[in-house]
């Protein structure tokens, strides 16, 4: 017994994270595609993206247009050249996601772990648990799943910068800089290599002033990062810089408040960071950061050390964290944002306010920063031995509990937690939740089955009642579909196409006409018709649309999870009723009553319908 307490004593460290880590894999391994993702902005977005381009075979095509929003160029979708993206070239669709989500967390931890020894080098010996901790708990921060490996691989690029800085060896000069030209094949330049490479032009200027010399190694890092971002985001760069094509981005309403408002969602972001960066630090790391940074000022004060508090490094990334969330909520004040549009027009609708994308990084390097500054008191300036092993008890919990909060808390993006949850459910209450798993949402087999039905050959069609994803994701050439980046003349397109139901929708109507990167048949009484869930009922059952523009752009199907009640007046017809294969939805397939051929599609819809399987030429 006295064993297995050193044991647990000396290696808890590890276990703990081990532990956590296992219970993960075993849930996953064990329900699979039962498996409970977050919907938005991942199983409707990129996960059907991949599996679409899979399916076109165009990960690595060029020129060619897309089977989704009446063919789109493959170009404004996502870059074969990224870590994350390349698991659904070599892997099927739910293992690619897994593998992503493994990778994430593997990406986190090697990354913080890496930088932390880097950091505290002699420190790092007497602090090992608390980073070894603290970087499991970073590399599991719930963040948006496509883009997971760009946010945990944070750290590393600091790492590279920090050993550029330290170096004295040719060899590992020459091998930083090629890390940091590959780094962009771990990144996204619109979620923080942009911002990255400002806060490093910054840098530069900085570093020049106070060192009274010019940083040529901070340069060539900033030389070398941008190229880096232009070879593996070729595409995204060819549409953002070297098309003259209007996007809808050029019309996106980003906000209008005042300024005061401004500032109040930007502390809100400080508090509540925004879904797609939701770091768990609400309950537990920003009050031990907040606490430790007061304790660490009014220790300088106590020294007469005042002049410390402005070069504290949990002061100064404090800072940063505070000007990333003013400028989060500025980008939402019109005269700032004009300004920012104006020095840099090719970036009309960017959003700016993705800075904040930097902060859970930022926030858990000052937990950690706050956890040695604890041990190194403990340490160094506490004489008293069991008050000593009280702080350093505490900062052991802390780090603990960050990485408990982060594992269940149910944060958006914690697959973890949202599996658990619902089979727990399912196998105690012995019914299901409202909400459905992987497989469910995609439902292939029922599909298989529509398609063989229909004798589906390639043709446009809509998705009535589900996310268009699912019929992306299932091979079906869509005109509806969610991407943030793609023709406005389309998006003008579409709007004919709703039109009869904006009436009755204003704030649907609102949504599309002010942002517009979903496009869908919206319903006429401001009800969500996409609503993933298992049973899903509407009030007006009715399809309030102009077919007749739906025709002009060669729509051939609806697939409905509603039964129109207005068939005849809507001019569609009702070609088949689909369920079963543990499948929750009922998949009623409409044909537009004037049919259109293949024929008179725009030769880029040929190519992408014929690339996905769906037609010969």
Known sequence: MNKRRLWITEYWYQALPGALLAVQAAVFLIFRQESYPQVHDNLDLFVAHYEMIKRSGAFFAQNVSMPMLHGIDRDLLGSEFNLYNLMYVLLPGFYAYLAGYALKIITGFVS????????????????????????????????????????????????????????????????????????????????????????????????????????????????????????????????MLFSNTVTIRAAMEMGNVTFKEALLHGLHEFVNPSFHAQDSRTYFVLPVVLLGAVWINAMHIRNHEAGKIIRDPVNCLLAWIVLNCANYGLSLYAPYRTLLETVVPKLKGFEFSRTSYLNPFLMYAAFLLVLVRMMSHARFHVADGARQKRIRRAAAFSSAAALLIVTFMPQMYNDFYYTCYNQAYRILKQKETTYVNYREFYSATLFDEVKAGIDYKGEWSCAYGLHPSVLNYNGIATLDGYLGMYPLSYKEAWDEVIAPAKEGSPSLASYFENWGARVWLMSASDENTYAPLRNLTLQDERLIADTEALKDLECTYIFSRIRFSNEEEAGVELTGTYEGHDSPYVIHVYRLKEDRSLEGQPQGAVEALSAAGGVEV
């Open 112 to 239: 913080f772990f890496l930088l932390a020894r880097e950091y505290l080098q002699a420190r790092y010996e007497w602090c090992k648990p608390l980073v070894v901790v603290t970087a499991c708990a970073y590399a599991l921060i719930p963040v948006f799943p496509a883009y997971g490996i760009a946010f945990t691989s944070l750290p590393l690029l600091m790492f590279y910068l920090l050993r550029l800085h330290r170096t004295k060896s040719r060899r590992e000069l020459v091998l930083l800089c090629i890390g940091i030209f590959c780094y962009p094949f771990l990144s996204y330049f619109a979620y923080h290599g942009f911002f990255l490479l400002c806060y490093m032009a910054l840098a530069i200027v900085l570093m020049w002033i106070v060192k009274k010399a010019f940083p040529v190694r901070m340069f060539a890092a900033t030389a070398l990062l941008s190229l880096g971002y232009m070879a593996f985001e070729y595409r995204l760069f060819k549409a």
